[in-house]
């Protein structure tokens, strides 16, 4: 991760510089087992829980106290929103994150058009997100996203325009149970930085309303006065300074995906993908259960990516696995192929994420084939997403025949170092001949793929495109709140002063894996629940 000129400390007179790494996050990480065996009367978990789970001694000396009517922890999408529109409706804000800059990750922010959406269609929207989610979201939270995303997203596109980082609007509409909704989301693939680009503009912008960041100064725990939080602790190059909140603190700190240990603890299914983002330590929401917040209750929704364009080329022609095997039904969104990929995995002891990658065979005339599958089955077929380029066949693994291109998969293979032992030629050609076999007879016997999409490999040259979720962006489960993103205690009443927003809040996900579905979901309910939640704060 790069730190630009204009990421730090401009705002703050803090001066350490450059992003903190492993070793000076650990100075602020969870005690060890051993180290908090002692520690079961002092918090909520006793010593046979995880450490992260264990509450140490409250921190009572500071180097310094500040004051402040809200403070943020976390400079994404979520703590951006959340401490512009706190600071828009009056309020003094501080805003604290662990590392050395405004960070996100993602490309795309979602939200519902309210100006073209009547109510049926917002709530045909909510209710299939719903069903996508396993009806274990919180409604209102699922409302909350649709009713408020337009403003929210707007207001981001708006902003980080002005600082520079234009995005490319994404139009599209749906229809659930006869009513029509419609999607508008803002894309920032087509920058260099991405969507970071954006981020740095609207914290430029944010600092200039007033808001004080506060870099490199990961929070350790949160203050308490009786029952009510009234600040953030953090280490910071002074010793442990004292940011306090007259009105309430946000958690807007992101995801644990960064933690190996929460990550087994909440999604043990997750084990051998990689992570994207060790920034993302689970701090603040370990903040939050210490101080008596409760977590959205396993097993978290997780988001797993990889592989960029070449993933997302969602066209349903043969798959095969790092056997040269055909071992799915290959209509299926990216975002639910991990769940298929955990035996490879376990092959390479959960040590080697390129075990869950696979190869899409496709004939000469893919184009023309999937721009006919996709006119029919618009929300299956998908070339790319949003304005993503759609991947060249440079990209892709070439062969004049079965043999060939069985012969160059291994040489990819070889030349990416992916470590994968080299897969049987025979059985690739075999298995592609088998297929174009099973088309012939009109009916899928092996996986049930519907006959429509069954359309031999006969053009050449073929073309043996590289996919496969392997990296983890973020595990989507976080503190349990109400429609108002307040954190719920164990008896499931608001801890007074805490809030949590984006992917520190739990209960929008619910299901086995994010719902890819409507495209940037994450990062339009992660700007939404900040904006508003901001602006609700500071209202106190």
């Not at 280490?235 to 309430?248: H, I, M, R, Y």
């Not at 006969?458 to 043996?464: D, K, N, S, T």
């Not at 990296?471 to 949590?500: D, H, K, M, R, Y």
């Amino acid at each position: 991760m790069e730190v630009t000129g204009r990421d730090l400390f401009k705002f703050t007179g803090l001066a350490a510089a450059g992003v903190v790494g492993a070793s000076a996050l650990a100075g602020c990480a969870p005690k060890t087992a051993a180290e908090t065996a002692t520690l079961a009367d002092t918090g909520s978990a006793d010593a046979g829980l995880p450490a992260f789970l264990q509450a140490p001694e409250p921190i009572t000396d500071f180097a310094d106290t500040r004051e402040y009517d809200v403070v943020v922890v976390g400079a994404g999408e979520s703590g951006l929103s959340a401490a512009h529109s706190a600071v828009a409706a009056g309020a003094k804000v501080a805003c604290v994150q662990n590392i050395g800059t405004a960070q996100t990750t993602g490309n795309m922010g979602a939200s519902v058009d309210t100006t073209k959406t009547d109510e049926a269609g917002i709530q045909a929207c909510v209710a299939f997100l719903m069903e996508k989610n396993a009806y274990r979201s919180n409604r209102k939270l699922l409302e909350a996203w649709a009713r408020n995303s337009y403003e929210a997203v707007t207001w981001w596109a708006d902003t980080a325009a002005e600082g520079g980082a234009e995005s490319k609007p994404y139009d599209s509409e749906r229809e659930y149970n006869g009513y029509t909704y419609y999607l508008h989301a803002n894309t920032y693939n087509h920058l260099e930085g991405a969507h970071n680009d954006a981020a740095l503009a609207v914290c430029d912008a944010v600092a200039a309303e007033g808001v004080e960041f506060f870099f490199n100064s990961p929070t350790v725990q949160l203050y308490k006065e009786g029952e009510r939080v009234a600040g953030v602790i953090c280490e910071t190059e002074e010793g442990n300074v004292l940011f306090k909140a007259a009105k309430g603190v946000i958690l807007a700190s992101g995801d644990c995906s960064g933690n190996q240990e929460m990550r087994d603890y909440y999604c043990p299914d997750l084990r051998g993908f990689k992570t994207m983002s060790p920034f993302r330590d689970g701090m603040g929401m370990m903040a939050g259960i210490w101080a008596g917040a409760q977590m959205t209750p396993v097993n978290h929704s997780k988001m797993v990516h990889g592989g960029g364009a070449l993933t997302r080329l969602e066209l349903p022609f043969l798959n095969l696995d790092i056997h040269g095997e055909r071992f799915m039904n290959e209509v299926l969104s990216f975002a639910y192929l991990n769940n298929l990929m955990r035996g490879y995995l376990e092959e390479y002891d959960f040590q080697n994420p390129m075990a869950a990658k696979f190869f899409t065979i496709m004939p000469a005339n893919w184009v023309e084939i999937g721009e006919q599958w996709a006119a029919a089955h618009p929300n299956e077929v998908k070339f790319g997403v949003g304005n993503m380029k759609i991947p060249s066949e440079d990209q892709f693994v070439k062969g004049e025949t079965f043999a060939e291109l069985a012969a160059n998969i291994n040489a990819y293979m070889e030349a990416e170092e992916w470590h994968i032992d080299p897969i049987d030629e025979q059985t690739i050609v075999a298995s592609i001949e088998a297929y174009n076999e099973l088309c012939a007879t009109g009916a899928d016997g092996k996986f049930g793929k519907r006959a429509d999409y069954l359309v031999p490999i006969e053009q050449g040259p073929f073309f043996a495109v590289p996919r496969g979720a392997n990296s983890v962006p973020a595990v989507l489960g976080g503190l349990t709140v109400n429609e108002n993103q307040q954190c719920l205690g164990t008896e499931g009443a608001p801890i007074e002063g805490l809030f949590a927003v984006g992917n520190a809040s739990g209960q929008f996900y619910g299901g086995v894996d994010y719902p890819m579905d409507v495209e940037g979901l994450s990062i339009g309910r992660a700007i939404t629940s900040g904006y508003v939640t901001g602006r609700y704060v500071a209202a106190l």
